[in-house]
C-alpha cells in the first residue's frame, strides 16, 4: 500500500517567484499527441501538457516532497536528457535546463532540501523556495544542506568550508585539516579529521576543546549536551566542550527530560545531568523518557518506570510504546491495545477485541475473532462502531472517506511490502461500499478525492467522495497538489511508449458525480468479502459459490464429470449443476431464476436460494444494493 497523505500533510505549500511560464502544446511535430494519448483528455478536463524542448520523445513526472515536481524529459535518439521544475499548479519555478541532481537531505523535522547543479550554478530547493547559490563556481562540490549549512570544497586549494543556504562563507578550513563539517544545532558543528575523530568546532570554525572525539553511533546535542565518544567509551560535553559527565559508558542516548540512556557491560539505566546513576543499570534495553515514563526490557519483557525508576507498568509486555501524544500501545499474549498509564488496557467497551490499534485520527482500528474468523472495524474517538463490521481492515482518509484493504497471499520470494494481491475499495463515512474490491493500489489523497491504481504500479485513476471514477485507470501517475490540481502521466496506449506529463485543476463538476454502488453481502452485520464482486443476473444476486457456502457452514464438493455443486451441511444437502435451472435440496427439485455459471475461473451461483436453503434469512436493501443475511 502507497503512503496516503493525510489532507496532503507530507506536502508543503510553497511560495515561489515564477521564473518560467508555462509552456502548452504547440505544433512541434515531435510533440503531437497520438491518438491514445488524446483519449486522456475526454474524460470533462482540458489537459494542460508539458513541454520542455523540441526533439524530446518522453516526459516523466515526479513528485519531491517539498511542494514541488521535477519533469524529466529524454529524447530517445540522442539520449540526451533535461529537467525542470513545476509548482502545485503546473507553473515553472525552474525552465528546462540540463540539471544534475546532486543530493537531497530529509530529517523527520521537515528539514528538505534538493541540490541541483546546473551549467553555470548550483540552485538549491527548499520547502520555502529555490535558491542560487552565488559563488559557486569557485567550489569544487557542495554537500547536502543540513539544518541550513553545507561542506563545500574549495577548487583553489581543495580545503573544505562552510557556506549556508545563500552561498556565503560561514568559515574555512585554511589549514586543510579537515575533511568535512555538520552543524548540530546551538552555534557547534563536528568537523571530521580521519575516519574516526572529529573535533567540535564553533561559528567561527575554531575548536572549543584541544581534545578530537571518536564518531560512536551519533553526535547530538539535546538540553545544551553534547553525546560523544572519546577511547571507545561515551561521555557528555557541555557547549563550551568542557567534558561534564565522565567517558566511561559502553553506550549512551542524548538527554531527554533530563534523563540519558546510558550503558556498561550490556545493562541500562539513566543518569542526570550531573552524572548520577538516578536509575540503576539493571535492564536488558530502554527507550528514552517522554511524559514522564520510559519503556525498559528484561528477558525480551517490556514495562514502564518514572524518572525515579520505579515501575509503574510491570514487564510483561511483548511490545510497548508510547507515541507523541501519550497514548501507550501494549501487546500481550497476543493482543494488542491501548492502555492508560497505570498499564490499565483502555475501556474500549468490548471485552472481545483481540486488536486495537489508536490512530492519528483519535480513532480506534480494532478487531476480533467471531464463527472461527477475525472480523475488523473502526471506532471513533468516542470508542462507537463508525463503520461497521468487515472481513477486512478500514484506514480513515478523513472525516468522511475509508480505504478497506483485503491482504494477499505473498507469492514465493515475495516479501512485504510488496503483496501483489492486495485489493483496495473506498467507503463512506458511514462504512458503505462505494467501489467493490477492484483497485490494486492506493495513492495520494486530499479533499475527498483519492488516487487509485488498476494495478500494482500503474494504472492510475481518480475517485470522488461517492466513489465514482472521475478519472479511469488509464495514467500512468496522477498527483494531487495543495491547490486542488492534479498533475498527471500517461503513455500512448497505443504504442506503449512516449510518456507526457500535463496537469489541470480538478473541476467542480467532478465533486457531484456519482456511479452505480457495488452489490454487497453482509451475513449476520458483517460485510463479507468476495475475490470477484458479486453480481446480477435475471435481477438475482450471484456470488462466488466457495465463499458463500464456507461463510454458511457448509462443506463443498464439486463433481467434474457432471459439472455439479454439492454442498452439505447437517441434514440438508443442495445440488447445483453449471448451466441448469434446476436445483435439487435433499430430494426435492427447484426451478432457479438464474443458473449457475462459471466466469474468470470462478462458479457463481444464487445467492437468496443458497441462503434460504441453508435456513438463512435474506433480504435487499435496494437504496444500498446490500444482501443482508440472517442466521442462526
Not at 569557485?138 to 573544505?160: C, E, Q, Y
Not at 475473532?369 to 473502526?378: A, K
Not at 485507470?473 to 490540481?485: G, K, P, R
Request: charged share 25%; proline share 3%; glycine share 8%.
Amino acid at each position: 500500500m502507497k503512503n496516503r497523505r493525510e489532507s496532503n500533510k507530507l506536502k508543503q505549500l510553497c511560495c515561489f517567484v515564477i521564473i518560467g511560464a508555462t509552456m502548452i502544446l504547440s505544433g512541434n511535430s515531435s510533440w503531437a499527441l497520438t491518438e491514445g494519448q488524446k483519449a486522456a483528455e475526454s474524460f470533462g478536463t482540458q489537459i494542460t501538457w508539458f513541454e520542455l524542448a523540441p526533439g524530446f520523445t518522453d516526459c516523466y513526472i515526479h513528485d519531491l516532497g517539498v511542494g514541488l515536481y521535477e519533469l524529466s524529459m529524454s529524447n530517445s535518439d540522442t539520449g540526451a536528457y533535461q529537467t525542470a521544475y513545476v509548482n502545485a499548479s503546473g507553473e515553472f519555478v525552474l525552465k528546462p535546463g540540463s540539471y544534475e541532481m546532486v543530493n537531497t537531505y530529509s530529517s523527520s523535522d521537515d528539514d528538505t532540501s534538493i541540490l541541483l547543479k546546473g551549467s553555470s550554478d548550483y540552485k538549491l530547493l527548499t520547502p520555502e523556495g529555490i535558491t542560487s547559490i552565488v559563488g559557486s563556481e569557485s567550489f569544487k562540490d557542495i554537500s547536502f544542506f543540513r539544518n541550513g549549512f553545507a561542506t563545500v570544497t574549495l577548487k583553489s586549494n581543495s580545503h573544505k568550508g562552510v557556506i549556508d543556504t545563500n552561498g556565503n562563507m560561514v568559515f574555512e578550513d585554511k589549514e586543510g585539516k579537515y575533511q568535512n563539517f555538520e552543524f548540530l544545532g546551538s552555534g557547534i558543528f563536528t568537523a571530521k579529521i580521519s575516519d574516526n575523530t572529529f573535533q567540535f568546532l564553533n561559528e567561527s570554525g575554531i575548536p572549543i576543546m584541544e581534545s578530537a572525539y571518536e564518531t560512536g553511533w551519533s553526535f547530538q546535542i539535546r538540553e545544551d549536551k553534547i553525546s560523544a565518544m572519546k577511547n571507545g567509551k561515551y561521555g557528555y560535553l557541555d557547549l563550551t566542550g568542557k567534558e561534564i559527565i565522565p567517558f566511561v559508558y559502553d553506550d549512551a542516548r542524548s538527554f531527554s527530560g533530563g534523563l540519558a540512556a546510558v550503558s556498561k557491560n550490556g545493562k541500562w539505566g539513566f543518569i542526570d545531568s550531573n552524572g548520577s546513576e538516578v536509575v540503576p543499570l539493571i535492564y536488558d534495553n530502554v527507550y528514552s523518557f517522554l511524559n514522564g515514563l520510559a519503556p525498559v526490557a528484561t528477558k525480551e519483557k517490556w514495562g514502564m518506570i518514572d524518572k525515579a525508576g520505579k515501575i509503574q507498568i510491570p514487564l510483561e509486555y511483548e511490545q510497548l510504546y508510547q507515541d507523541d501524544e501519550g497514548v501507550l500501545q501494549g501487546t500481550k499474549d497476543g493482543k494488542s491495545y491501548p492502555m492508560d498509564f497505570s498499564g490499565e488496557p483502555i475501556d474500549m467497551g468490548d471485552s472481545d477485541y483481540s486488536y486495537i490499534y489508536k490512530d492519528e485520527y483519535d480513532g480506534f482500528r480494532v478487531a476480533k475473532e467471531s464463527d472461527g474468523r477475525t472480523i475488523y472495524t473502526y471506532l471513533n474517538s468516542s470508542k462507537e462502531v463508525a463503520a461497521g463490521w468487515k472481513e477486512f481492515v478500514l484506514y480513515p482518509c478523513g472525516d468522511q472517506l475509508y480505504i478497506g484493504k483485503k491482504s494477499g497471499e505473498y507469492p514465493p520470494g515475495v516479501v512485504p511490502p510488496h503483496d501483489y494481491s492486495q485489493k483496495f475499495a473506498l467507503f463512506d463515512a458511514e462504512g458503505n461500499n462505494l467501489t467493490g474490491f477492484k483497485y490494486a493500489n492506493v495513492g495520494d489523497y486530499f479533499n475527498n478525492y483519492q488516487v487509485v491504481t488498476k494495478y500494482y504500479y500503474n494504472g492510475a485513476g481518480l475517485l470522488n467522495r461517492y466513489g465514482a471514477e472521475v478519472l479511469p485507470t488509464v495514467f500512468d501517475q496522477i498527483l494531487l497538489t495543495d491547490s486542488d490540481y492534479a498533475l498527471v502521466e500517461v503513455h500512448d496506449s497505443d504504442t506503449g511508449s512516449n510518456s507526457r506529463a500535463g496537469f489541470f485543476k480538478i473541476p467542480d463538476s467532478f465533486a457531484d458525480k456519482k456511479t452505480t454502488r457495488p452489490v454487497t453481502v453482509y451475513l449476520n452485520g458483517v460485510e463479507l468479502y468476495f475475490d470477484s464482486e458479486p453480481l446480477i443476473k435475471n435481477q438475482k444476486a450471484m456470488v462466488p459459490l466457495r465463499k458463500i457456502f464456507e461463510a454458511l457452514g457448509t462443506s463443498v464438493d464439486w463433481d467434474a464429470a457432471t459439472r455439479t455443486v454439492i454442498a452439505v451441511s447437517n441434514d440438508r444437502r443442495i445440488s447445483l449443476t453449471i448451466g441448469s435451472d434446476a436445483a435439487a435440496v435433499n430430494e426435492e427439485v427447484l426451478h432457479l431464476d438464474a443458473a449457475p455459471f462459471i466466469q474468470n475461473d470462478l462458479t457463481f451461483v444464487p445467492l437468496r436460494f443458497v441462503s434460504e436453503s441453508l435456513g438463512a434469512d435474506v433480504k435487499w436493501d435496494s437504496a444500498l444494493r446490500r444482501v443482508i443475511i440472517t442466521k442462526q
